[in-house]
């Protein structure tokens, strides 16, 4: 168990907007998930469909400080000691969607509104806590989804540099995901 905790703690997830190329192999992946009970936690968004075919791709940035679990009223979300924001807790979420207004990437999600239960990316935990790699990670053609070390993706991407590090207004959220920008981005400014 020690090996595969060291090898979870060197591996990161690094998403490359530039790479996803909308083929939905990463939705597919996540929804064949035994425990997301065949929904996607992962989603395709188009950037603009009337002059472009670019897609990005949006998974949970798992926040060092979580905003979703800040606001949740009954501590149905939590966050493990190897940053992993988990979905909500059956037996605890109301259904109050503070989480879902409240995430600054909009990622949480109540897809079924007769359950009203949140619901996101956990980041394959059942697969990553053993040492695989995340569904989504293990599909995507193009690498705009990679689950690697750090050393691995500097040597495959030099022209890149990981961004940790998010701006939205006064508020800085700091993430477990990185995301690939040009060499020498230290921090994205979202107003």
Partial sequence: MADQFKKFNDMEFFLDMQRCIGCHSCEMACAECETNG?????????????ETVQTTVQVCMHCDDPICANVCPADAIVKDEF????????????????????????????PDQNALLMMKCNMCY??????????????????????DTKENVAKK?????????????????TTKVNLMMPKGSEEIKVF
């Fill in 38 to 50: 065949e929904t996607s936690m992962i989603h395709i968004h188009y950037v603009d469909r009337r």
């Fill in 83 to 110: 940053g992993i924001v988990h979905s909500a807790d059956v037996s605890k979420c109301i259904g109050c969607a503070n989480c879902v207004l409240s995430c600054p990437f909009g990622v949480p999600q109540i």
């Fill in 126 to 147: 059942d697969r990553t806590s053993v040492g695989l790699k995340p569904m989504c990670a293990t599909v995507c053609p193009s690498g705009a989804l990679t689950f």
């Fill in 157 to 173: 991407r030099p022209n890149s540099t990981p961004i940790k590090k998010f701006i939205f207004g006064e508020e800085v959220v």
